[in-house]
Structure formats: C-alpha cells, structure tokens
C-alpha cells in the first residue's frame, strides 16, 4: 500500500483513533493526555484539541452522530461535545480500558471492559445498569 497522507497528530503514540459516522472527522487520542479532532476535507487540519488530564486508553464517536465522543481512562467514561472544550459527563468506573456502542431496541447502550470488574453494560441516555 501507499500512503496517502502522512502527518504528526501528536507529540508521543497514538493510542486510539475513530472516524465519525457522518462528518469528516477523525478522532485521535495519546499517550500525551490529549484527544485531537482532523478534519480531511481541511487537509488534516486538526480543528480542536482537548486535554482531558488523564491517559485515554481508547476514544469512540457516540454513534447517533450527535457531536459528542467519548474516552476511556483508568478513571472511568469522559463524555465530551465536540463544540465545547469542557468534559460534559464523566462516568467513575475506575480501572476502565475499552469500550463500545450497540443499539438494543430503540435505546444506545454502552459496554464496558475494565481491568479487575466483570463487563458492563449500561443505558447510554439514562446511564444506568443493566
């Protein structure tokens, strides 16, 4: 294969990337703590960079295409909107190192794999157990 684009997202390894559903957006994260919106219509550009204090393990697009994403850390679930800078929900789970969306029904639920607890599944909009 040959590359197409070839550019430094961050300044130590890229952990976890993501494409979102509808727009032309690439999510990175890094062991450099910082999560990084690229937009390829732009040429990569990066359009928004978010430091979240915390090694992120592993960053997903919510699926519905709303604008927000989340990350995974050893301190839980960090819900963020793309339009702000700020953390919107941050879920405590403690020893959290990946995650995934399904849709069950008509509800978004969110699995959860976690270094020493069993996996979880929770309702998205709700944030409850299941």
């Known amino acids: ?9 961050h300044d130590d390894n890229v952990r976890s990337l993501d494409i979102h559903p509808t727009k032309p957006y690439l999510l990175s994260a890094s062991y450099d703590k910082r999560i990084k919106v690229w937009n390829w219509e732009k040429g990569w550009e990066c359009v928004k960079t978010f430091d979240t204090q915390c090694l992120i393990y592993e960053v997903k697009f919510v699926p519905t295409g709303a604008g927000y994403f989340t990350g995974a850390s050893l301190s839980g679930l960090q819900i963020w909107n793309i339009g702000s800078s700020q953390c919107e929900f941050e879920l405590d789970e403690g020893m959290l190192l990946s995650f995934d969306y399904v849709t069950h029904g008509d509800r978004l639920q969110v699995i959860t794999g976690h270094i020493d607890n069993p996996v979880r599944v929770r309702d998205h909009q709700e944030r409850t157990h299941y």
């Open 1 to 9: 294969m040959e590359d197409v684009k070839t550019f430094k997202a």
